[in-house]
Nanobody, 120 residues
Framework: QVQVVESGGGLVQPGGSLRLSCVAS????????MRWYRQAPGKERELVAKSYSSGGPPYTADSVKGRFTISRDNAKNTVYLQMNSLGHEDTAAYYC?????????????WGQGTQVTVSS
C-alpha cells in the first residue's frame, strides 16, 4: 500500500527553523517526483517545492526561495523540507505527495499533513 507520512511540524517563533520529514512506504521514492505543498486557512493549496526522480535541480516556489530546501534520502525512503527564516506567512498545513508513474499516467498520493505555526 502506497503511503506517505509527514512529521516535524509545530510551533516556531518568527525567524526560526523547522525540518519536515516525509516517510514513504509501499514504494521507492526513487521512482517518482516528491512534492511539498502547503495550504493556509482560506487560501488555495500552494506547491512549495518539488524533487525530481530524474535527479534534476529541484523546484522551489518564489515565495520560499532562499529559505526552504527540499532534499531526499533514497536509502531512507524519506524526503525532507528544511525551512529557515520562517515568517507568519509560512503558517500553514504542509503536505507531502508522491507522483508515481502508472500504466495510464501519473498517480499522486498524499499524506495527512503536518501543521506549521509561526508565532511569537
Amino acid at each position: 500500500q502506497v503511503q506517505v507520512v509527514e512529521s516535524g511540524g509545530g510551533l516556531v517563533q518568527p525567524g526560526g527553523s523547522l525540518r519536515l520529514s516525509c516517510v514513504a512506504s509501499g514504494f521507492s521514492i526513487s521512482r517518482g517526483d516528491m512534492r511539498w505543498y502547503r495550504q493556509a486557512p482560506g487560501k488555495e493549496r500552494e506547491l512549495v517545492a518539488k524533487s525530481y526522480s530524474s535527479g534534476g535541480p529541484p523546484y522551489t516556489a518564489d515565495s520560499v526561495k532562499g529559505r526552504f530546501t527540499i532534499s531526499r534520502d533514497n536509502a531512507k525512503n524519506t524526503v525532507y523540507l528544511q525551512m529557515n527564516s520562517l515568517g507568519h506567512e509560512d503558517t500553514a498545513a504542509y503536505y507531502c505527495s508522491a507522483a508515481l508513474p502508472t500504466d495510464w499516467g501519473v498517480a499522486e498520493y498524499w499524506g495527512q499533513g503536518t501543521q506549521v505555526t509561526v508565532s511569537s
